[in-house]
């Protein structure tokens, strides 16, 4: 999907700047954009609890 393609909501959120620079690294390191990388992250995490409740 591109950039022009998502249609999400949009918020601001305060991240504590240690892992700002944690999902920064990880987002370069994954050729992602900071954004694409939390969304990745987040949709990781709930994944890992889902299967946990099963």
């Given amino acids: ?3 022009d ?3 999400g909501k949009r918020i601001t959120i ?3 700047p240690e ?3 944690k999902v920064e690294a990880a987002a370069k390191e994954d ?3 900071f954004s ?3 969304v990745w992250l ?3 995490a ?8 099963s």
């Fill in 31 to 33: 050729n992602r954009s």
């Fill in 36 to 38: 694409q990388q939390t």
């Fill in 46 to 53: 709930f994944k890992l609890m889902e299967g946990k409740q």
């Fill in 14 to 16: 305060t991240f504590p």
């Fill in 19 to 21: 892992l700002y620079e």
């Fill in 1 to 3: 999907m591109t950039a």
């Fill in 42 to 44: 987040v949709t990781q």
């Fill in 5 to 7: 393609q998502y249609k």
